[in-house]
């Protein structure tokens, strides 16, 4: 695995645990908010987002790990459109969740490590 998947895996699993970090429901949830959060910063709508789930929930299910790259390669394109290096994003964020983590420990921060909305789709 890569340098910055193993200190983000790391991170999750510093948080609550690993059984929560490693919840496949939790992390597709989280990684659907985060999604999410980027389409609608991107301007898509609420209607536009029902309809492409729609359109994907037609067609049979494909291979996570084929999925997961054509992720990449969208998150590519969308970092350069918006003039954004998606590795230092990446970076960025990752150090400062371990800054707000360590805040946790003592109080003074907040739990960002997992669902912001508190959102759940079993219910």
Known sequence: ??????????????????????????????????????????????????GLAKAIYSRPATDVVAEIGDVMIALAGISQINDVDMMQAAYNTLDA????LELSSDGSGD???????GASLSG
Do not use: C, H, I
């Open 111 to 117: 739990d960002k490590l997992y669902s912001r909305t």
């Open 1 to 50: 695995m890569s340098e910055f998947q193993n200190r983000a895996v790391e991170l999750l699993v510093a948080g609550p645990g690993a059984a929560v970090a490693m919840d496949t429901v939790e992390r597709r949830t989280r990684f659907l908010e985060n999604a999410l959060e980027l389409y609608r910063a991107m301007g898509g709508t609420l209607d536009e987002a029902g």
């Open 97 to 100: 969740e371990w800054k707000n």
